[in-house]
């Protein structure tokens, strides 16, 4: 009867939110081993991807793939798009092609693609 007992709970010890790495500890620690912070960044946002289908309830982080917007707009040119009620798909597929975080203009630009 304790073997049974065991397996039980083995799913809820390898559960995201039981074992979850807040991402900006994760970030921090790895400045702190000497890391370039370009560097730290990219590792933190590949180790994202890990809780993004189930978000992080302890942080208050939603669920991110996929993710509801109410609205998005932009301007494209002399033309202003805008988008209502939108379901994005496929960001845990994302590939990373820059990150760059400029801490006197306290910026962090990311430069990504998602899959089609």
Not at 25 to 40: P, Q, S
Not at 84 to 100: A, H, M, Q, T
Request: charged share 25%; aromatic share 12%; proline share 8%.
């Amino acid at each position: 009867m304790a073997r049974g007992n065991i397996f039980f709970f083995i799913p809820f010890l390898l559960s995201p939110s039981l074992c979850f790495q807040d991402p900006g500890k994760d970030l921090m620690a790895c400045v702190d081993r000497g890391e370039l912070l370009n560097v730290c960044s990219e590792q933190t946002l590949d180790n994202v991807r890990n809780i993004m289908e189930p978000g992080l309830p302890e942080l208050q982080l939603p669920p991110l793939d996929p993710i509801h917007l109410e609205q998005i707009g932009f301007k494209f040119y002399n033309m202003t798009v805008e988008f209502i009620d939108v379901d994005l798909f496929g960001f845990k597929e994302f590939s990373l092609k820059s990150s760059k975080i400029d801490k006197k203009k306290r910026t962090w630009d990311i430069e990504l693609s998602l899959p089609k």
